[in-house]
């Protein structure tokens, strides 16, 4: 686990040779598979919540709080939605949110270097999206919410509570790269996963 820093680090490095040198696998899912893996339930309990403070929460914006839940009305109620909206809706909540977690944990603190790597990684996912489609307008909508700093709008949230939506929406959303028979984008899926963290581990 003390390592997942530097493993996150190294395969941004990384990225720039994988993209000169491949064009066939995508380098998205790569990165999306280091998230993965970096972001399991073990390192989301050890570093965003036992190394927190008791029920630490950070102020967000309303729309930095997205779930399954959002995923499926928006594709319930949004015309012309297409996966690449609710992926770059993704990556822009998931970024703005490692920023504040970021910001607010000095450098020395046990999960620093773990939250800065993550920020970088999906920073440079940023960077090899494609080029953006203009967006149904609900999702526009969402988007300059986001950018803005005018919202009046804030919630807390607890940062384990925001990289859980992270993680699950992550599985629901980008399906090509997390192929499975279980339907990732039911709450039922996560539910094993949820009665797992209370009874094996110590709730704080
Ligand atoms: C994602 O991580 C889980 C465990 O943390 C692992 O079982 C699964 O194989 C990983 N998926 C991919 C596509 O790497
Ligand atoms: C933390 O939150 C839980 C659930 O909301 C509550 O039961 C508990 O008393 C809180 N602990 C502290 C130290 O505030
Ligand atoms: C997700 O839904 C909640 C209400 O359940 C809402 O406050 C939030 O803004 C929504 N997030 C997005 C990105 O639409
Ligand atoms: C965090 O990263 C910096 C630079 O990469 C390194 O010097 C430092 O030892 C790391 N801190 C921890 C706690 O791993």
Redo the contacts with the bound molecule.
């Keep these: 686990m003390a390592g997942s820093g530097a493993w996150i680090l190294g395969w941004v490095f990384g990225l720039v040779l994988t993209q000169s040198v491949s064009t066939s696998t995508s380098p998205i899912c790569k990165a999306l598979t280091v998230v993965n893996n970096s972001l399991g339930v073990k390192e989301r309990i050890h570093f965003m919540r036992h190394n927190m403070p008791i029920n630490y929460t950070i102020r967000v914006h ?2 930095e ?3 399954l ?2 995923v499926s009305r928006l594709r319930r109620n949004v015309e012309g939605l297409e996966d690449v909206d609710l992926q770059v ?1 993704w990556l822009r ?1 998931n970024l703005g949110i490692l920023k504040k977690i970021t910001s607010v944990l000095p450098k020395k603190h046990p999960s620093y270097n773990f939250t800065s790597n993550l920020e970088t990684l999906f920073l440079s996912v940023e960077q090899i999206f494609p080029e953006g489609r203009d967006p149904p307008e609900r999702i526009q909508q ?1 988007w300059d919410a986001l950018g803005s700093s005018l919202g009046k709008r804030w919630n807390v949230a607890t940062p384990k509570s925001l990289l859980d939506n992270c993680y699950q929406t992550m599985h629901c959303i980008f399906s090509s790269c997390f192929p499975s028979s279980s339907n990732y984008c039911q709450r039922a899926h996560w539910r094993n996963e949820k009665k797992a963290q209370h009874q094996g581990v110590p709730k704080n």
């Design positions: 309303y729309e709080i997205f779930k839940k959002n809706t909540v969402i």
